[in-house]
């Protein structure tokens, strides 16, 4: 009799023991969450905002100093934008195309008060040059 409650109270132990440390480890461990769709929705859009975002740097790249190429991306962009405009999962995507319109069109009016620097500059040479031609002669 002795030794069956000996056994039943080793046997209680342990089981015991194995409840407490699955409490301990629930605890401690991180719960997992399988994202829903919506959340896998939007790390996709994320992904090819990511994506998008290279490939555009790309193209700045080349058409950096070319207002009309750079008037076609501004084009590509605000269609874009207004793809996704009913779209709220999209709000990131849209707010990079305004951004990247808002940079493009200060490049383009950059390059072309530095055309018109480079014009006015032009022409004041060309007026000097005649000026001296004239007090010459």
Known sequence: MKTVVIGLGALAAVFVGIMAYNVWRGETT???KTPGIVEQGR??????????????AQI???YWNSPEQLRVLIKSHQQR?????DNT????????????????EKR???????????????EEAR??????LHQSQ
Do not use: Y
């Open 30 to 32: 991180p719960v997992e």
């Open 43 to 56: 790390e996709d859009l994320h992904a090819k905002l990511l994506e998008q975002e290279q490939r555009e």
């Open 60 to 62: 700045e790249k080349l």
């Open 81 to 85: 934008i207004d793809q996704l405009r």
């Open 89 to 104: 999962a999209g709000a990131e995507i849209v707010s990079h195309d305004k951004d990247a319109i808002a940079r493009l």
């Open 108 to 122: 383009i009016a950059d390059i072309e008060a530095e055309q018109a620097a480079q014009a006015k500059s032009a």
């Open 127 to 132: 007026k000097a040059q005649q000026e001296s």
